[in-house]
């Protein structure tokens, strides 16, 4: 959590580390005219772009470079920003950011730019995380959500939700205050069909922002077998190049091999696994050790065995040592050497996908069906980025409006879940959030930003 005072001056260098040809200082707060004035001889008019020395106390050359000044509140923090644009060296940089902290700024911490424009209401809680979903972002379909998200998409669906239920509750309330009367104002205010209507709105902002959590998150694969099925040669066919070596040698691959890919605009993190088999090679038995780790954290674990082999007692094993939670799929691989179709099949409650990681034949098949068990949805125009808390606040409104329905006879516990549900909505722009969570949100961005 961020405990330095949001009354600091705060500066830093907001491009990214190493050298480039341009590097940025930015500054933040009151001493920002008095900086300009130290630095540049003197502060230039709000918004204009100045060409001018930056020079250190005894008036020797920094650097030579822009110089913009904007005023409260019409800045990114809402507060007086300086920044100053010069040549991209470490050192330079390095430089100019001591100069400012020497004139009475200090070093600002991480997100800590961002958070006084959401402390300001430049920006609202979701949006201001989607300032770092769009530095992050690792496809060009996770940057499109997180830019829709940076300028108020997902803000503006949940907000007009938050509307809907805000003067539902004040409905509701209002008929506790006429509890004699004999006029049901719960039927005829239609407040069943209303709370079903905005279950079905919630519906839809959750889709899209399960969506967006996938194209920012991704899938995380791990490919888990006995040695010599192909873990590796699927590796690489997924991943298009050779990031694993393949020999017919057993115990080839001892440690995790995590590749980093995208199907469709959605991360795939994939891990290549030590083949699981009874073996006295120390070296080996840690690499086995670290196969199990990784099912752990895994969505989906991909199960290879040789389709000519089929699944025996070692391949059940196997099964049973994985997570009950964690999604499997049977990959009976090598069908170019047992002369079978590639295709999916469900036997038994498992699904079985038969392909070859040589020739690649089926691999369109489990690229289809890996998307298809995460919703993934063809059609990501409107998709919003969003992150797992707020998929937890939206299915929390979700529970919440189904109690509702339940108890749509009592307006007193109507009332109370509708208001619920209105304070778990809030926490997703920023009305309701403790700042605690604030903290951990903003701890996660880089400095500078």
Same mark, same amino acid.
């Given at each position: 959590m961020l405990n330095a005072n949001s009354q600091d001056t705060i500066a830093a260098i907001a491009t990214a580390s190493g050298a480039g040809g341009i590097g940025i200082v930015r500054v933040s707060g009151a001493l920002c005219q008095y900086i300009a004035d130290q630095?540049?001889?003197?502060?230039?008019?709000?918004?204009?772009?100045?060409?001018?020395?930056?020079?250190?106390?005894?008036?020797?050359?920094?650097?030579?470079?822009?110089?913009?000044?904007?005023?409260?509140?019409?800045?990114?923090?809402?507060?007086?920003?300086l920044e100053l644009q010069g040549h991209g060296g470490t050192a330079l940089m390095q430089i100019l950011l001591a100069r400012c902290l020497e004139l009475?700024?200090?070093?600002?911490?991480?997100?800590?730019?961002?958070?006084?424009?959401?402390?300001? %209401?430049?920006? %609202?809680?979701?949006?201001?995380?989607?300032?770092? %979903?769009?530095?992050?972002?690792?496809? /060009?379909?996770?940057?499109?959500?997180?830019?829709?998200?940076l300028t108020g998409a997902f803000s503006d669906v949940v907000n007009q939700l938050l509307a809907e239920l805000i003067n539902l509750r004040l409905y509701v309330e209002a008929c506790l205050d006429f509890p004699e009367e004999?006029?049901?104002?719960?039927?005829?205010?239609?407040?069943?069909?209303?709370?079903?209507?905005?279950?079905?709105?919630?519906?839809?902002i959750f889709s899209k922002a399960q969506q967006g959590v996938l194209l920012r998150d991704g899938i995380h694969v791990v490919l888990i077998g006995q040695p010599n099925v192909g873990k590796s040669s699927l590796m690489n066919a997924l991943s298009g190049e050779e990031v694993a070596i393949v020999t017919p040698i057993a115990g080839t691959t001892r440690d995790t091999i995590k590749s980093e890919i995208q199907i469709n605009g959605v991360p795939l993190h994939v891990i290549d696994t030590a083949g699981l088999r009874d073996t006295e090679d120390e070296v080996e038995k840690i690499g086995i050790a670290r196969t199990y780790r990784a099912t752990e954290t895994a969505h989906i674990a991909l199960i290879l065995i040789d389709a000519a082999h089929g699944i025996g007692d070692k391949e059940k094993a196997i099964l049973a040592r994985l997570p009950h939670e964690i999604t499997k799929i049977w990959v009976h691989n090598k069908i170019d050497v047992s002369l079978e179709e590639?295709?999916?099949?469900?036997?038994?409650?498992?699904?079985?996908?038969?392909?070859?990681?040589?020739?690649?034949?089926?691999?369109?098949?489990?690229? /289809?069906?890996?998307?298809?068990?995460?919703?993934?949805?063809?059609?990501?125009?409107?998709?919003?980025?969003?992150?797992?808390r707020h998929l937890d606040a939206l299915k929390k409104v979700r529970?919440?409006?189904v109690n509702a329905c339940s108890q749509i006879n009592m307006a007193e516990l109507v009332a109370e879940e509708l208001r619920l549900a209105q304070e778990a909505l809030s926490s997703?722009?920023?009305?309701?959030?403790?700042?605690?969570?604030?903290?951990?949100?903003?701890?996660?961005?880089?400095?500078?930003k």
């Open positions: 630095i540049l001889g003197h502060c230039p008019p709000p918004r204009y772009a100045a060409y001018l020395d930056f020079k250190q106390a005894d008036a020797t050359l920094i650097d030579r470079g822009i110089a913009i000044y904007y005023s409260a509140p019409h800045s990114y923090t809402g507060e007086d920003v009475g700024a200090r070093q600002a911490a991480p997100g800590e730019f961002t958070r006084r424009a959401y402390l300001n %209401d430049k920006l %609202d809680l979701a949006q201001a995380e989607a300032v770092a %979903d769009v530095i992050n972002a690792a496809t /060009t379909e996770a940057a499109k959500s997180a830019v829709r998200s004999e006029i049901d104002f719960i039927t005829q205010g239609r407040v069943a069909e209303k709370i079903s209507n905005n279950q079905q709105v919630l519906e839809n590639p295709r999916v099949e469900v036997m038994e409650g498992s699904v079985h996908l038969f392909l070859s990681a040589k020739t690649g034949l089926g691999l369109d098949l489990l690229k /289809t069906h890996l998307l298809s068990l995460v919703g993934y949805q063809q059609n990501t125009e409107g998709v919003f980025m969003a992150r797992a529970q919440h409006l997703i722009t920023g009305e309701f959030t403790p700042d605690d969570l604030l903290g951990e949100i903003f701890s996660r961005f880089c400095i500078g």
